[in-house]
């Protein structure tokens, strides 16, 4: 009867869409420090390597594909001239931003550029 009553509940709950969890996610970029974002954006201008695994993420991600796109074909190949404008978007800084937050891999090599 006990298993019965525990999987019947365990149907009954609803699993997270991915736009909540994308929504949980902007949140969390939301909360994190001004300067975390600033020290990120700042990173994002001043490394190459930092702005081509962004700029690959961002063109792989559905949500952000077409107007990376769109930015690429007007910078005519530049990777610092894409970022620049990316970076003057409010929903792909965000984007980028949290990719980088949520890899410690990406985000300890954001620091180092600033010198953290």
Same mark, same amino acid.
């Given at each position: 009867?006990?298993?019965? =009553?525990?999987?019947?509940?365990?149907?009954? +709950?609803?699993? %997270?869409?991915? *736009?909540? =969890? &994308? &929504?949980?996610?902007?949140?969390?970029?939301?909360?994190?420090? %001004?300067? +975390?974002?600033?020290?990120?954006?700042?990173?994002?201008?001043?490394?190459?390597? $930092? +702005? &081509?695994?962004?700029?690959? !993420? $961002?063109?792989?991600?559905?949500?952000?594909?077409?107007?990376? =796109?769109?930015?690429?074909?007007?910078?005519?190949?530049?990777?610092?001239?894409?970022? &620049?404008? /990316?970076?003057?978007?409010?929903?792909?800084?965000?984007? =980028?931003?949290? !990719? /980088?937050?949520?890899?410690?891999?990406?985000? *300890?090599?954001?620091?180092?550029?600033?010198?953290?």
């Amino acid at each position: 009867m006990f298993i019965v =009553a525990f999987s019947a509940s365990l149907s009954a +709950q609803t699993m %997270p869409s991915l *736009s909540d =969890a &994308k &929504k949980a996610g902007l949140e969390e970029v939301s909360k994190s420090s %001004p300067d +975390q974002k600033a020290q990120i954006t700042e990173a994002l201008k001043k490394d190459e390597g $930092l +702005q &081509k695994e962004t700029i690959n !993420y $961002l063109k792989e991600n559905p949500e952000t594909a077409a107007s990376v =796109a769109t930015m690429a074909k007007k910078s005519g190949g530049s990777n610092k001239g894409l970022m &620049k404008s /990316i970076l003057g978007d409010k929903d792909l800084t965000t984007a =980028a931003i949290e !990719y /980088i937050s949520s890899n410690p891999e990406l985000l *300890s090599k954001a620091m180092k550029v600033i010198g953290m």
